[in-house]
Nanobody, 119 residues
Framework: QVQLVESGGGLVQAGGSLRLSCSAS????????MGWFRQAPGKEREFVAAISWNIVTYYSDSVKGRFTISRDNVKNIMYLQMNSLKPEDTAIYFCAVVRQWPDRSGDNWGQGTQVTVSS
């Protein structure tokens, strides 16, 4: 089973940017679909963005035009470039394998990385 580690979160002002990373070990990322999900306190986990093995991308309406998902199969890392951040983007961000395209994940998660956007 692939092990996933998220990093790159932090505290940023509204309108700012962050770049999240998801590092994988134990298995190459190249042959699977991957996605980013987030969970705010007291809320259910929600889909953010996905990228397929053949580099097709899909975004939730709430982040479309602001976030960009990408992957580096040589380094076995997936990224989420987050621009024009809003306070409602505040959440713990997780990466996961996408089991059903585009927004259904498996149950294997990293520890998550906290993103906090101040107003």
């Amino acid at each position: 089973q692939v092990q996933l580690v998220e990093s790159g979160g932090g505290l940023v002002q509204a309108g700012g940017s962050l770049r999240l990373s998801c590092s994988a070990s134990g298995r190459t990322l190249s042959s699977v679909n991957m996605g980013w999900f987030r969970q705010a306190p007291g809320k259910e986990r929600e889909f953010v963005a996905a990228i397929s093995w053949n580099i097709v991308t899909y975004y939730s309406d709430s982040v479309k035009g602001r976030f960009t998902i990408s992957r580096d199969n040589v380094k076995n890392i997936m990224y989420l470039q987050m621009n024009s951040l809003k306070p409602e983007d505040t959440a713990i961000y997780f990466c996961a394998v996408v089991r059903q395209w585009p927004d259904r994940s498996g149950d294997n998660w990293g520890q998550g990385t906290q993103v906090t956007v101040s107003s």
